[in-house]
């Protein structure tokens, strides 16, 4: 099997800081956790901002360059910034900073979704912040908005002119398909970088038969031009991306996915959770690949020619 790229999603739009002490809010915090994943094998760190007062998920590009810079002097990770933003943000906002930045990769969701959080607001008892509570309780009624103009915009703004690639995020078998009709329409070409995402109230269920199926019909569409990645949410990650492994695929880790290490105890950083899929997957006679390995891999355009 081909060598294995570890992402690692440093900090998301999903959890709040009252679920961990642990999430990295400033841009301090974001920086030493996308360092420490990436001395513990990261190739790529998947990444967000919040607003470093209060946690809140941001768009705002400075709230981003506070932290990018910093991480691309310390390491050579491949930075992948998220076009997804929060399912809360508009299109323009989402966009903001990946256009400012012009990384070698972003994350593209290939469909629009109902993204229910509001099953974790039961879960928390005290609060940190005020606008938790209504952030998580208001996703009954959110729909995640991707829709196929929003996806060509998004295409054309950042690979066309920016020259970025990207990891098309599938929540479900639906989005395979949408991603073909891109690839038929001649807006993407290959190599396809896949993200099989399971476990989001509103995409695919987090069964191993799911993921089973999701790679059967990619390779029913895409055949040899596409490799894939599995990310898996809250207590499913482990199992779920384990399993990807074994089947040839890579994985994705990360506080974005899951705050915790192993049954009821909390990670302490995102270096943690790289460290023990490391151990696993290199147990089953994978062997991890490097920043520069997952670049030609991806044929990415390099560090150099971004605008961070």
Known sequence: MSKIIITCAITGSIHTPSMSPHLPVT????TDNAIGASEAGAAILHLHARNPDNGRPSA???HFMAFLPRIKQRCDAVLNISTGGSATMT?????????????????????????????AAARITEWKYDWEKPFLEG????????????MAHILHELGDQRGARFEFE??????LYMLRHFVDRGLVGGPLFIQFVFGVLGGIGPDPENLTHMKLIADKLFGDGYTFSV??????????????????????????DS?????????RNNAEQVSKIRRIVEELGRTVASPDE???????????RTGI
């Open 91 to 119: 299109l323009d906002d989402r966009l903001a900073a990946p256009k400012l930045a012009k990384p070698e990769m972003c994350s593209l969701n290939m469909g629009t979704m109902n993204f229910a959080l509001y099953p």
């Open 231 to 256: 990310l898996a949410a809250g207590r499913h990650q482990m199992p779920l991306i384990t399993l990807s492994a074994i089947l040839g695929g890579h994985v994705r880790v990360g506080l974005e």
């Open 27 to 30: 841009a301090q915090e974001i």
């Open 294 to 304: 997952a670049r030609a891999m991806l044929h990415l355009k390099g560090a150099d």
């Open 170 to 175: 599938c929540y479900d078998i639906s989005h």
């Open 259 to 267: 705050l915790m290490i192993s049954r009821g105890v909390l990670a």
């Open 139 to 150: 996703s009954d009624d959110l729909v995640f908005k991707n829709t196929p103009r929003d």
């Open 60 to 62: 705002d590009p400075a």
